[in-house]
Nanobody, 119 residues
Framework: QVQLVESGGGLAQAGGSLRLSCATS????????MGWFRQAPGKEREFVAG????????VYADSVKGRFTISRDNAKNTMYLQMNGLKPEDTAVYYC????????????WGQGTQVTVSS
């Protein structure tokens, strides 16, 4: 079974940076989608960024374009979300996710890591 574990969340000031990591276990094929979602208090979970495990088909939410970068290190089986130019509205629990199988729907989730950005 594929398992995902996020880390790297914490506190940052507006304009600062954080890098989130998603350590994976189990076999993930290059065609499977991997991504990051976030959920702020009182709000629905929203898509942040995603790509196939191969690194292709990268997509970003409009709210993070130009500030966040998704990447992966295949040798370490780890996906990253580099977050620059953080804003208070980026405050949320961030989740690593995977779409395991040919359907393409995200169906595997990590436990979440808190990101808090102060003004």
């Amino acid at each position: 079974q594929v398992q995902l574990v996020e880390s790297g969340g914490g506190l940052a000031q507006a304009g600062g940076s954080l890098r989130l990591s998603c350590a994976t276990s189990g076999r993930i094929f290059n065609s499977y989608a991997m991504g990051w979602f976030r959920q702020a208090p009182g709000k629905e979970r929203e898509f942040v960024a995603g790509s196939r495990w191969s690194g292709g088909d990268i997509v970003y939410a409009d709210s993070v374009k130009g500030r966040f970068t998704i990447s992966r290190d295949n040798a370490k089986n780890t996906m990253y979300l580099q977050m620059n130019g953080l804003k208070p509205e980026d405050t949320a629990v961030y989740y690593c996710a995977a779409a395991i199988g040919p359907i393409g729907a995200y169906n595997t989730w990590g436990q979440g890591t808190q990101v808090t950005v102060s003004s």
